[in-house]
């Protein structure tokens, strides 16, 4: 059964969007981790467009289960993490007009410069992830610069439209998934999954873990946190 991280980027960005201190990502995290979760991610973007540093000093402070920082290779944000040592740091692309992140890391084109950050986190007990996609190339690159873990980008599954491509992209998913665990490397899975098309993902031998955000927290806005966190944990059965 794959462990459950949930993102409380959202719960920052409806604080953002009047100012002041609600709602408050921290108290959305222990929220979730009542409700069950594995695991808290939180995205510190290069704008700080919603989770802010404050937000990362309170989570790394107050998350009892694991704290999962999404972050850029960009040399100020590896700084924070270092400084703040969360007990994952997933790397991610990032562009500022994007709403949210595209697609996965290019390691194969960016080995260098992915290791560099890689092992400056490293360095200080961070485990490291790459956010990539269902790409056998992008895989080998992960493991050719010593990094552990990979989450694969499930965002052409989740936004497929037809049977054929959900079938499509759901084939790339289970054969990269496939190919990393035949490296020795650890499979997380995530972006755009929802309460109809997740367990079709938990099901795929060898998923450790799901990372799911927006579909948990729009559930939450009718049905209540505790439950929508409580709901996808157990689709992740």
């Known amino acids: ?20 201190s609600e709602p408050d990502p921290v108290w959305a995290a222990l929220i979730c981790e ?15 467009r919603h989770i802010d ?3 990362v000093r309170l989570l790394r402070k107050k998350v009892m289960t694991r704290f999962n920082l999404e ?25 500022r007009q994007e709403l949210t992140t595209e697609g996965g890391l290019s390691v194969f084109k960016n080995k260098r ?22 790409d056998l190339r992008e895989i080998q690159a992960t493991k050719d610069i010593d990094v552990g873990i990979i989450e694969i980008h499930t965002g052409g599954y989740s936004l497929a439209k037809t049977r054929s491509s959900v079938e499509s992209e759901y084939k ?26 997740t367990k079709r993902i938990a099901r795929i031998p060898g998923v450790h873990e799901l990372n ?6 729009s559930r939450a806005v009718f049905a209540g946190l ?11 059965r």
């Open 113 to 134: 410069r992915i290791a560099k950050a890689s092992g400056l986190l490293l360095d200080k007990g961070i485990e490291v992830s790459l956010f990539i996609d269902p």
């Open 226 to 236: 505790y439950k929508a966190a409580r709901d996808m944990k157990e689709l992740a």
């Open 172 to 197: 790339k998913i289970k054969r990269a998934v496939d190919f990393a665990l035949s490296l020795g490397l650890v499979v997380n899975a995530g972006h755009g999954l929802n309460y109809d098309n």
């Open 1 to 20: 059964m794959p462990k459950l991280g949930v993102n409380v980027d959202h719960v920052a960005t409806l604080r953002e969007a009047r100012g002041g």
């Open 53 to 55: 540093d404050a937000d």
């Open 71 to 95: 972050m850029s290779i960009n040399p100020g944000i590896v700084k924070v993490a270092r400084r703040i040592g969360p007990d994952q740091a997933t790397l991610v692309p990032e562009r």
């Open 212 to 217: 799911i955000g927006h579909s948990i927290m």
């Open 34 to 48: 009542k409700a069950g979760c594995d695991s808290i991610v939180a995205h510190l973007r290069e704008d700080r």
